[in-house]
């Protein structure tokens, strides 16, 4: 158990809107209270830093973490003072969320990972479950990641 391999999940557990079947930990139209979690989650990966060792995974997840501003993504990734350089990085993409610029901006800060939500490639069943986005959106997402180099 001594070297037994590690990952931090990080939560972003906020959202442009809430799905209707969505059962996880996300809030919409709380845009006031993000700077004061990004505080109070890098208090937590401070009080926990120690046990940071023989991690080979960090995957940030929500919610929508690609909803905030990447400013945040980039402190948060910061706090996590360890080499990064041979580790599985992965944020959650919203489709109707990104942009090319913040998609450059995860690259440059050693996210080498995307995992882009699309729950159905019929746009009208999409709209039912109240996803924000459509296939399109979704199809324009990737191909923007693979243009960033993801
Ligand atoms: S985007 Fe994801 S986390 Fe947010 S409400 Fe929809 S299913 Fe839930």
């Not at 080979?56 to 350089?85: A, C, M, Q, R």
């Amino acid at each position: 158990m001594k070297n037994e391999e590690k990952g931090i999940y990080i939560h972003i557990p906020f959202c442009k809107q809430k799905c209707f079947y969505c059962d996880f930990i996300s809030f919409a139209n709380r845009e006031n209270i993000i700077k004061d979690y990004v505080q109070a989650l890098k208090k937590e990966i401070q009080y926990n830093i120690k046990n940071f060792t023989n991690v080979t995974t960090i995957y940030i997840g929500g919610g929508t973490p690609s909803f905030i501003n990447e400013v945040y993504i980039k402190e948060i990734l910061e706090e996590i003072n360890i080499d990064k350089k041979d580790l599985e990085v992965t944020i959650e993409v919203n489709p109707g969320t990104a942009t090319e610029s913040k998609l450059r901006a995860y690259k440059n800060i050693e996210i080498n990972r995307l995992s882009i939500g699309l729950q159905s490639a019929n746009n009208k069943l999409l709209k039912q479950i109240g996803r924000i986005h459509t296939f399109e959106d979704f199809c324009n997402t990737y191909n923007l990641a693979r243009k960033s180099r993801f």
